[in-house]
């Protein structure tokens, strides 16, 4: 390939790397628009110097082309070779380093320079770094309110390094996307994203604190949507993942057609868990059971499940609330989460547990978790082991390391059709938490699980969902669930609430929606309520049980995510097509000579591939 073709088709990479939609004009201006001067020095034919040309004129004056639908692809693997940008790169120029460091700079007091593998492949490394944030940089243009999703894969040339990807604005801030545990000879995945609450140039920046290792970098990608796009993104994988066509065909026992049938169907209950924390304020109060009963068929009991609640005095169980919550949630439908066997945060251990020595902590921790599963064996759909592993350590640093695992190891023998979570904090909200970034999440679940005897336990991903009052950064939300994902493991968003503020009603919808169009999400809790019962952070409904402006927001999905009642009439053969939630159905067939009615209970499940159910009525 002759240099002026390289040339040709780095051009031309260019546009077609922008041309998603209307809302880059600004980037492909500043950024990309000297491109097309430059197309016009090379060896180019005046016809397709022009095509260029209107391309930039076309695409900077607001029009779009068509929008990229999501990537969720996602590795944990450190391999070989890295795989290709995602996106192709999105608005980062060569970002497969195919042009040696052409639009990259050094960052800082380091330096960069071109490595190549032994297959030809192309990277760029910093070196000489005296600083975190020395690295290889880019600057890109930045459109406020849309979504950006980044991915790189990054080595470290010794051992194992923490690599983050950071944005430096033009103001001085820095913004923090994501991270990842970068290795030496393997390749990792880093992926994150920013809400972008600013417009402008900003500089893509790797940091590792430990400034002796040098950075490798390749196949970086930094995709902007906007908040249209993500959305249809939602809706697209909401069809996809919780809704499935099916088709209807209903015959006489005879095999022949019931033509002009009524078939009516109804949901009774969705597949997809959509819940709500309950407290002791339930057990008193009529109307508060009436308000949960009426909406919710899954929870989890805020406080009354924990040790600090159930053994206030050493010796002294008193599990009174707890069961009686649990009757009301089994008397109305309603599954519950058990929540937490333990915490390791030191603050919340029982009093009289907090300066136990190692010995009389380990007696007390095997009888409490001996009484609290067993007493609820087969009446939990989960249990929340180990709250807040990442951030804390009190059984670890009391008892060893193998605490935890220790403890999903009794817990699974003790009722071992139940499914065991780790339970987190920021591994979704917050991108600058590196403690309980998505890669450490499942290190530390892999410890648990490897751990021996450990292999065969019914396991899960739970992540909090504790948002602020700032608009939620959803790109980041998105990117930490893909990386959680490649587990394979069920994902349960188990305490979501955000924060008051003028936009909380809106910012509640954005991360509900978001959890439920996830592909690896199974199921929601949210921590919220009505205020009677002191749900303060994020109140549903008043002291009146009136709505508040979140609360409408919950109600409408609900009722979103609850197809409607319908009523088709079959076609000459009988039949009738329709797309339907997940879940369990009534559906009722009229027949239309005898008016006679056949009732028949159907669940429609995501793997099930069957084209055609099949109805028999009696004539």
């Known amino acids: 390939m002759t240099q002026s073709i390289q040339k040709r088709q780095f051009c031309v990479a260019k546009f077609n790397v922008t041309s998603f939609n209307s809302n880059i004009s600004l980037v492909f201006q500043e950024i990309y628009a000297p491109a097309c001067l430059s197309c016009a020095k090379m060896r180019i034919s005046i016809g397709a110097y022009w095509v260029l040309v209107f391309l930039c004129i076309f695409l900077s004056s607001g029009h779009s082309i068509h929008a990229f639908s999501y990537d969720y692809s996602a590795t944990t693997e450190c391999l070989i070779e890295p795989q290709r ?92 996307a994501g991270n990842v545990i970068a290795s030496d000879g393997c390749w990792s995945l880093l992926k994150g994203g920013i809400f972008a609450n600013f417009s402008g140039p900003a ?29 249809s993104h939602q809706d697209e994988s909401i069809h996809k993942e919780r809704k499935r066509k099916v088709r209807f065909q209903v015959t006489y026992a005879n095999k022949t057609a019931v033509e002009g049938a009524i078939i009516s169907i109804k949901q009774t209950q969705s597949s997809f868990p959509f819940g709500c924390g309950m407290n002791h304020y339930i057990v008193e109060n009529v109307d508060y059971q009436n308000w949960f009963a009426s909406r919710f068929r899954y929870t989890t009991f805020t406080n009354e499940m924990k040790w600090y609640s159930t053994e206030k005095k050493q010796g002294q169980e008193n599990y009174t609330i707890a069961d009686a919550m649990v009757r009301f949630a089994k008397q109305n439908g309603i599954s519950i989460r058990g929540h937490n066997i333990f915490w390791d945060d030191p603050k919340y251990q029982p009093d009289w ?25 087969g009446q939990l759909i989960a249990w929340d082991v180990m709250n807040e592993n990442l951030h804390f350590s ?75 009052s700032d608009q939620p950064n959803l790109a980041y ?25 003028p936009n909380q009603a809106e910012y509640l919808e954005q991360v509900l929606r978001e959890g439920y169009s996830h592909p690896g999400v199974e199921g929601i809790i949210m921590f919220v309520g009505p205020a009677i019962a002191g749900f303060n952070v994020t109140t549903l409904a008043d002291k009146d049980f009136k709505n508040t402006p979140s609360g409408d927001v919950v109600d409408k999905l609900i009722d979103e995510w609850k197809p409607k009642p319908i ?53």
């Open 85 to 176: 940008a995602q996106y192709g790169g999105g608005i980062v120029a060569n970002p497969e380093f195919t042009y040696s460091l052409e639009g990259w700079t050094a960052y800082g007091e380091g330096a960069i320079r071109e490595g190549i593998s032994k297959d030809g492949n192309k990277y760029i490394i910093a070196h000489s770094r005296t600083e975190s944030l020395d690295s290889a940089s880019q600057t890109v243009q930045f459109e406020e309110g849309n979504l950006y999703i980044f991915s790189a894969w990054v080595q470290v040339n010794r051992g194992r390094e923490s690599v983050a990807v950071a944005l430096r604005t033009a103001a001085g801030e820095l913004i923090r």
């Open 203 to 231: 500089e893509i920046l790797f940091e590792s604190k430990n400034t002796t290792v040098e950075i490798w970098i390749d196949n970086v990608s930094l995709q902007p949507f906007t908040m249209e796009q993500w959305r």
């Open 353 to 377: 547990v907090k300066n136990l020595s190692p010995n009389d902590l380990r007696e007390a921790a095997a009888k409490r978790i001996n009484s609290v599963v067993s007493r609820y064996k």
């Open 394 to 468: 009190f059984y670890e640093d009391k008892l060893g390391e193998d605490a935890s695992a220790e403890y999903f190891s009794t817990a699974h023998q003790l009722d071992p059709g139940t499914r065991l979570f780790m339970n987190e904090y920021n591994t979704i909200e917050d991108s600058t938490d590196e403690a309980a970034n998505p890669f450490n999440y499942k290190k530390r679940l892999e410890e648990i699980l490897s751990y021996p005897g450990n292999q065969g336990i019914l396991a899960g991903i739970g992540v909090q969902g504790h948002f602020s």
């Open 477 to 501: 939300m998105r990117a930490s669930l893909d990386m959680l994902a490649t587990t394979g493991l069920p994902i349960w968003l188990t305490e979501v609430d955000v924060g008051r503020g």
């Open 567 to 619: 009523e088709i009439k079959a076609d000459s053969e009988g039949s009738i097509e329709v797309s339907l939630f997940h879940g369990d159905y009534n559906i009722t067939i009229k027949d239309p000579v005898s008016n006679s009615l056949t009732r028949w209970n159907y669940n429609m499940i995501k793997d099930d591939t069957t084209g055609t159910v099949h109805i028999h009525i009696n004539a």
